[in-house]
């Protein structure tokens, strides 16, 4: 606890600036990349042939060119997005990345298949065929043969990703084929260079796409490979011991060196790689269930998934991989001058660890438990005592889902009249931090935001295994 | 707070697209004033001259402006004779010698100025027989990039019987080969301006 935090007043201004600069931070990073698709198109008119185009053929060769520079900026975009960059991490959070990746999946395609589709056109027709004719003469031109097969593969990656199709892959097979948009991307380039001449011949045009390739494949290589092994051999992590909490649900802690400079706070999570014949080629996005010491770190998983599971058998001494701290779920994102930590089922283990950095005064704090069953009730024991020690409110909700828009809660409180302002008075005046299943998740914050909190005093993770 | 990120990015893309349309405006006003607009009324008259060659023929009326330029890319390295069709590849003959006075064009084989394009250089030659365009061989087309060999291909006949029915290169650009005839047309009036045509 720092001085600031137990002066009321000051810990909030310094809360308001610094939600302030972080807001600030991330619309003008969400500007840039919207604009990144204008700067593309921009590039490309200011090259001057634009204007002259005069016949239909020539429009629609245009236009066709321009989705497909658009489309190819908006993939590199989400390149950056998936690529955990710590600056991205701290300003939208590692989880709002990729949320914003998913959406752009989509129309990124549909801007690459209109590319393909307007050149086919536009070409078929200054020749005389039509668009499927134009297929074969357009296969026969060096480097044309790659890029049809890249856009191939962007198809199967984006299909594969959309929410129907991906449940029927498991989550390794599903992350194997999202590999392929790495290759989908590269084998894209060359036509961009030969066929495409706008990108050899106008200057401006050729620095901003190499530098958007450097970038997005500079921080892949950089962050997602160089860090996480340069990190993983720094601090020598192994499995120290794995101890069951519940059926199904097991604690896993990890000795290592130096562990403290990795500057991990409650809440955050590591993407872990265990490195045994099975699982090493498999990473798991895991939070801390408890704050880290310099050598021991402790994190909680319910096996639910193949893998997740295979990882509760791995052998005490396996050496782990790490990436990270990642994640905003943390009291970084405090603006208010009191906290709610709501958790249900194995939403709880960030909620734990938070309480142990226990950012927050006596009285300031509630704590809020929801089990389905008394044997979900994870870690409550070590939480209730956490609370106790640091002056937190703590209550639990136990028992089968409530109907409807109480389906937060159970049907014995929902029947009792709680509501969420019963539980949390000063409601207006607090941090909720919510961790849980994607529904519950939902549910609640719907009351929440029913019950007049704002939208950015609403902090969520989604904990769907 | 997510009001004011879609009023940024909105505002910053307009900008940016606005910013880029009127570089290409720009861009486009400069190529049509050097005389090199494919595709515009304009540049109807191309004087071939802005990106003419280093090798390229100055004047009309110096002798021995008209010789066969070296020409790196071009095939066909002679100046030609005055038989009106040149023997494509064929040993250089002597130069045609220019004509004296600009009154009337002298009949014989001229070589166009080499032509800068996006997609390439173009160059043509020119025979002019009884005060007429006779004929126009291309000898270098454009080619960067395989669809523009291609355009090329296509597209040189019909320049050709355009240039030998209106027997001038007053001629708008070919749609789908802006560049191609742009670059084809500035060349044939390089030829005709040094035939005096």
Redesign the interface.
Known sequence: MTLTDRVPGLALEKRRARFARRSLASDVLITCLWASGAVAVALYLSSGSVGRTSSAAEIITTVGAICGLVGCNYILVMLVLAARIPLLDRTIGHEQAIAVHRTMGKPALYLLLAHAALLLTGYGMSAGVNPIAEIIPMLSIPDMPLAFIALGLMITVVVTSLVAVRRRFSYEAWHLIHLLSYVAVAFAIPHQLSVGGVLADSTWQRYYWIALYVIAFGTIAVFRFVVPVVSSVRHGITVAAISPVAPGVTSMFLRGRGLSALNAVGGQFFVWRFLTRKTWWHSHPITLSALPTDTVARITVRGLGDGSSRVLNVPVGTRVMIEGPYGLFTSATRIAPKVAFVAAGIGVTPIRAMLEQGEFGPGEATVLLRASQPDEAYLWDEIEQLATRRGAACYSLVGPRASGANSWMSVGDAQRGVTIESILPDLANTDLYLCGPGGWLDSISAAARAAGVPRHQIHSERFDW | ?RA??VI??VV???A??V???Q??????AA?VASGH????RVGAEPRGTATASPASPTGVASPGAGVALPSPGSSAPGGGGTTGRPAGGAAAAPAPVAPPAPAGAVDGVYTGDLVDT??GTVQVRVAISGGRITDVVPLKLTD?????A??SR?AAPILRSEVLSNQSASFTSM????YTSGGYLSSVQSALDQAGF
Do not use: I, Q
């Open positions: 707070m004011r990120a940024g990015s910053a893309s307009a940016v697209l910013a880029g349309w570089a290409g405006a720009t861009v486009d190529t607009a494919p595709g515009s996006v997609y960067k990039g395989s669809e523009s291609r355009y296509e749609s789908g080969a802006t």
